[in-house]
């Protein structure tokens, strides 16, 4: 391995990666991480908005250690168990070395933010993960030694794996294996806030582990039937019943309750969209990649105090402040769940709801982390699901963002190639009044434009213009407010006894 990990360059990350090769024939190649204890959220505190503390998200740690009782969880609780010691596996098909360095820096980055310590990843290049064990069968007695070796206790693997791979690796290496769509799924189970967002992620995870059920084979296998006389069992269990059925029936009975909840939880958003849709409050969407800095421009633009962290999907439940233009309209600011490529299908499905907030936006800011080594390529995901939830048709604003990180010379690339975009620094706060400014010039303006004569007493109508409306002029007179301005129809309706010949 000759290039640089794009880890290597960071301050913050305090490993520092060493590579050897395990195999002879060269086509495995192995990179260990010296894992230094380090408090990395004492190391990394950001002061972009009031922090949240992140305690409570750290209470969800699920129960570690259970790895010597598998035998008395059901496989959803075994599914869902926290990964602790973990060896990265990828292979590595198409692109450059480069593109492999940063596949695996940003699986080391969604396996950290899910909990995880990275012992070792294994990259492997071959023509086609092998369609029966991922990485190719004679490898993987070599990573089932490693994992040995380093007493891992889960295999993180790139990509989707198909039932039988999981399968097969899991018997063939006796951990855990997980694949990066199981491990995005974690991440948003552990990050999830609202009622919604849980309920959305738990139907997510189970819809992908009920077509991942293996029964436990091998050396995992059980019968529960003579066990639950024991008073082990879990009641309605009946004789003879394998976990895998109990499994199955909880899941199917747990689904039902989820798609009921989404059901009511969904109605009651829409009256709130609804609700702004009726006042014409422009709204903007703030979409990305996942730790682009989302939240911290919208802090920065509305001072919201919105969780922002060093880690992948910080944000789950959209958050939306109200704002003032300067010549104080209101319009809405949303922040989005992040964006990740290749992010899996059943999330896009589950979270469409969520991310409607940004298919029904007038604006969408996009923002991009200008320091990424791959800008481009976030820019490329996030437009793939943004055609995936139908909002590629509206407006987008490009925000470049950490201008004060990027590398100089890259900016200026991105300038020319993108000399509409917006650069600034939600760290140092350089660019944002001319996002402000070009956000506000972005935002849809009202249809009607007329004068009004409008009586002191109806100064509510006035404030309403205000609000809704772009007031183009105003001045005081003896008999009330004339103006002229820009307004809804709705509102034009209501100005309509006041109006003055243009
Ligand atoms: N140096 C620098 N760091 C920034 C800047 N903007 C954000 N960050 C940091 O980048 C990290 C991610 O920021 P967030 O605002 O949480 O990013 P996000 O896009 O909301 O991330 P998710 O919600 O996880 O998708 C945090 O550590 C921020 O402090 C910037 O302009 N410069
Ligand atoms: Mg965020």
Redo the contacts with the bound molecule.
């Keep these: 391995m000759n290039s640089v990990p794009q880890w290597e360059a960071d301050d913050d990350q305090s490993a520092a990666p060493t590579s050897t090769t395990l195999a002879e024939d060269d086509d495995l190649e192995v990179r260990s991480w010296t894992i230094e204890a380090s408090d990395a959220s004492e190391a ?1 505190v ?1 002061y ?1 908005g009031d922090q949240q503390d992140l305690a409570d998200r750290h209470s969800l740690r699920r129960v570690i250690g259970l790895r010597t009782e598998l035998e008395d969880v059901t496989e959803v609780e075994y599914r869902q168990l926290r990964l602790e010691r973990v060896v990265l596996a990828s292979v590595w098909t198409t692109g450059t070395q480069a593109d492999a360095d940063n596949a695996m820096a940003e699986l080391r980055l969604l396996a950290e933010t899910a909990g995880s310590e990275v012992l070792e990843a294994v990259v492997q290049r071959r023509q086609h993960a092998d369609p029966a064990t991922y990485i190719g069968r004679g490898k993987v007695a070599e990573l089932a030694g490693l994992v040995a070796e380093l007493g891992a206790d889960t295999i993180i693997c790139d990509g989707e794996l198909s039932p039988a791979q999981l399968r097969n690796l899991e018997d063939r290496t006796n951990v855990k294996v997980i694949d990066r769509t199981s491990l995005i799924l974690d991440i948003f189970a552990q990050h999830a806030r609202s009622a919604e967002g849980k309920a959305q992620v738990e139907l997510a995870q189970l819809q992908y582990l009920k077509q991942r059920l293996r029964g436990w084979g091998g050396n995992l296998s059980r019968q529960a039937g003579g066990r639950a006389a024991g008073g082990a069992g879990i009641g309605g269990r009946g004789p003879g019943e394998t976990k895998l059925e109990t499994d199955r029936r909880r899941i199917n009975t747990r689904i039902s309750q989820l798609r009921a909840k989404l059901r009511t939880l969904d109605a009651t958003r829409e009256t709130k969209r609804a609700n702004r849709h009726r006042n014409q409050v422009p709204s903007v969407a703030i979409v ?10 919208l802090n920065r633009l509305t001072g919201a105090g919105v ?9 789950l439940d959209p958050t939306t402040r109200r704002t003032q233009t300067a010549d104080s309209r209101d319009y809405t600011l949303t ?1 989005t ?2 964006f990740v490529r290749h992010l899996p299908h059943d999330l896009v499905e589950a979270f469409r709801s969520t991310l409607e907030e940004s298919a029904q936006a007038d604006l969408l800011l996009h ?1 991009i982390d200008g ?1 990424d080594p791959d800008p481009l390529g976030q820019l490329q995901a996030v437009r793939t699901v943004l055609e995936q939830i139908d909002a590629a048709q509206i407006p987008e604003l490009i925000v470049f ?5 990027a590398d100089p010379a890259a900016l200026t690339t991105l300038r020319t190639q993108y000399p509409d975009a917006v650069f ?5 706060g350089a660019g944002i009044n001319e996002l402000r400014q070009r956000v506000e010039a972005a935002l849809p303006t009202p249809q009607v434009e007329l004068t009004a004569l409008v009586p002191y007493e109806r100064g509510d109508l006035v404030d309403r213009v205000h609000r809704h409306g772009q007031l183009l002029t105003s001045e005081y007179t003896e008999t009330g407010t004339l103006l002229r301005a820009r307004v809804h129809e709705d509102l034009a309706d209501e100005l309509a006894p006041f109006r003055q010949q243009d």
């Design positions: 990394d950001d972009d990305g990649y996942t730790n682009a800095g989302k939240s911290s421009i969780l922002v962290e060093n880690a992948l999907f910080a944000t922040d769940v992040g923002v320091s963002n950490k201008t004060d990180l600034v620094s939600a760290r140092t």
